[in-house]
């Protein structure tokens, strides 16, 4: 079974695994983590990254991360090249609770479902009341200050 790595920007993979616990406490306590804080070097964080992994060949891993081409990422992108690892950039909720929820599939398939959840998480809602709409002054309003509710 696949295992889950989010390697971010300090403190977006510690926040992450706080959301994941609201749906998924036993996956989120078994989520491996890695908050990058801004005076680590590459290295650094790659060695810290690698020790939370373990040897390769031990686990398959998915690879979350949030910024393409920040030092999250690139350290993720070495990551990605041990055999049984995939990486997605741009990690957010849906993404990571799609993950979770899919532990049980094949790397290949979680990978897929996981970035179906980050794109068809993001979408733009219409405002409660269409921009065009004309405000009408109620008629217990004697002062016509128009509050809308």
Not at 46 to 73: K, N, R, S, Y
Request: hydrophobic share 45%; aromatic share 4%; glycine share 6%.
């Amino acid at each position: 079974m696949p295992r889950l790595f989010v390697i971010a920007h300090a403190p977006l993979a510690s926040a992450l695994r706080e959301v994941a616990a609201h749906i998924f406490p036993d996956q989120a306590a078994a989520m491996a983590i890695y908050d990058v804080s801004g005076d680590q070097s590459a290295e650094q964080v790659e060695q810290a990254a690698l020790q939370q992994m373990g040897p390769a060949g031990d686990a398959e891993w998915l690879i979350l991360t949030d910024v393409f081409g920040a030092t999250p990422c690139n350290v993720a992108r070495r990551l990605g090249e041990r055999a049984g690892t995939r990486v997605l950039a741009g990690v957010n909720v849906p993404m990571m609770w799609r993950a979770l929820g899919h532990l049980h599939e094949p790397l290949e398939k979680l990978t897929a479902l996981a970035a179906a959840g980050a794109t068809q998480g993001v979408m733009q809602l219409a405002s409660a009341r269409p921009q065009n709409q004309a405000i009408k002054p109620a008629s217990h309003d004697p002062d016509h200050h128009h509050d809308q509710q």
